[in-house]
């Protein structure tokens, strides 16, 4: 084992449902010269046939047991700075994409990420599932990304072009193997998959819950039919298992009472969500929160 290597690390912390949660290998990544620690671990855990998990912000994430069995690294390469002549953003993958989109509207009278300003996550996890909202997307101003290839210590770039973006997808999530070390984007142009004329900042004040959760946690199957309102229909909102429950204010958030709450109590409730949605609606609710 990699003398780096903490055993027997709680984790569970670093996802926003706060759940007690330990691993059994842990080592934090700080800068780029931590890289070549990451491909010993990496190795490590396949030499050992044991799950490897890089966790960023956490905030699409969540442990289905109290015990991960692997070796998880901590992302927390953080750095960003805008050119503003440019207009191109270049930020390290464990920066908050929030706190960027804040700061390009206040500091640099950029607003074209407004629409990121509560939105929860890191820019290596908003690449990794073109995470968006209210019809902003990661992947309408991306650029290029450079990867680390676990496998092989070799740097790479990838384009718009080879990330293959779709909905809440991306190349990356096919290849476990490739870590995001940071990403460009070009804020010259303003791209919207459709418009949006919310006011995200009172939405997310007044419409959505303040509580331990990773936000909306299903897909929505269209954009004529939303998760939520599938949720609401079978009489599910506000739905309690254990110390789990979807929120009353909006059903598509499952809620966790932190360090109280198991995360077999979170599972089973997604688990009977599911099946009473495809039961009584006929619909398959796909979730967009990463089950670990």
Known sequence: MPSFLLEHQPIG??????????????????????LDKLHEAYLFATKNNVPFLIIGGGTNLLFSSSV?????????????????EKQMLHAYSNESIWDIADSLEVDYNQP???????LPGSVGGAIFGNAGCFGLETESNFVRATVYDMNTWVRKNI???????????????????????????????????????????????HQQPKWNSCGSFFKN????????????????????????????????????DGASCLPSD??????????KVKKEKWFDLINEVRII
């Open 68 to 84: 991960f069995a692997g070796v998880v690294i901590k992302n927390s390469m953080n750095c960003w700075e805008y050119n503003s």
């Open 112 to 118: 074209i990420w407004h629409r990121f300003i509560g």
């Open 159 to 205: 384009s718009k072009e080879d990330m293959w973006f779709s909905y809440r997808h991306s190349f990356l999530k096919e290849n476990p193997n490739l870590f995001i070390i940071w990403a460009c984007f070009d804020l010259s142009v303003k791209i919207e998959k459709y418009s949006s004329d919310v006011d995200n900042l009172y939405f997310r004040e």
């Open 266 to 275: 979170l599972i089973e409730l997604v688990r009977l969500t599911q099946e």
């Open 221 to 256: 199957p269209s954009r004529e039919i939303s998760a939520w309102a599938l949720i609401e229909s079978v009489w599910l909102k506000w739905h309690q298992h254990g110390w789990a429950r979807w929120s009353s204010l909006h059903a598509n958030f499952l809620m966790s």
């Open 13 to 34: 912390q670093y996802s926003w449902y706060k759940t007690n949660v330990v691993a059994d290998y842990f080592f934090e990544l700080k800068t780029e010269e931590d």
